[in-house]
């Protein structure tokens, strides 16, 4: 299996831009976690899905964040609009069902200038 | 709710010397205890994993680490480190009854030098 993908890797956009990040989990995995790591605050869970379901998005940061998963093998995060301190990278991660072992993807960093 | 204490940001260590990496947790309820690796400009992968049974726990890479519940404490261990051990190690906890959610600590950066 290739792992979890995600594109793009680097991002670099300007303030009030809108910014799509994308993921494609491990085939069969059922859950998918969007994780967000900066200096400051470390690795914070933003929102996660089980069958496609949002499950909990109580660590999203605001309303200008949303993240959708239309099927078991894609999702998205989207800022709009962004802001620089929204700079940090993103990670995506999945995880089979009964399992506490979550696969990670490399990341999107995003710098929002 | 729970959370993660890495007392240590940086653990600078020489070649083939012991290391340890400390991890306490807070937390309301049984928990479930991890420890991830992050090298330079990758995503994290799992080291090892306590769910049940034996408080000893060895993963990959020849860590280790013990659960200790009356501490609330799972510290990392390595017996003799090697430069390829240079990464960000980050020790995480799950509640019982989380949905298999996992909350982080800040992470410890382990530089190993020769």
């Known amino acids: 299996d290739a792992g979890v993908i995600q594109s793009p890797r680097h991002e670099v956009t300007e303030m009030g831009q809108e910014v799509t990040l994308r993921c494609k989990p491990i085939?069969?995995?059922?859950?998918l976690f969007w994780y967000r790591q900066t200096m400051m605050r470390g690795l914070e869970l933003l929102i996660y899905f089980n069958n496609n379901v949002p499950i909990d998005d109580s660590g999203m940061p605001e309303d200008r964040f949303s993240a959708k998963m239309p099927n078991a093998s894609f999702s998205t995060l989207k800022i709009q609009p962004s802001e620089p301190r929204d700079s940090a990278v993103y990670f995506c991660?999945?995880?089979?069902?009964?399992?506490?072992?979550?696969?990670f993807g490399p990341g999107t960093r995003l710098t929002v200038t | 709710a729970q959370s993660v204490t890495q007392l240590d940001s940086q653990v600078p260590v020489f070649e083939e010397a012991p290391v340890e990496l400390r991890c306490n947790y807070s937390s309301s309820v049984s928990v479930y205890l991890f420890w991830y690796v992050q090298y330079p400009n990758q995503g994290l992968q799992l080291l090892l994993k306590y769910l049940s049974g034996s408080t000893l726990v060895k993963g990959i890479n020849g860590f280790e680490a013990e659960f200790n519940k009356s501490q609330t404490s799972f510290h990392l261990r390595k017996p003799s480190v090697h430069i390829s051990d240079t990464a960000e190690y980050f020790c995480a906890v799950s509640a019982w009854g989380s949905n298999y959610k996992l909350t982080f600590g800040k992470g410890t950066l382990l530089t190993v030098n020769p």
């Open positions: 991660a999945s995880s089979p069902q009964d399992s506490y072992e979550q696969y």
């Open positions: 085939s069969g995995h059922d859950y």
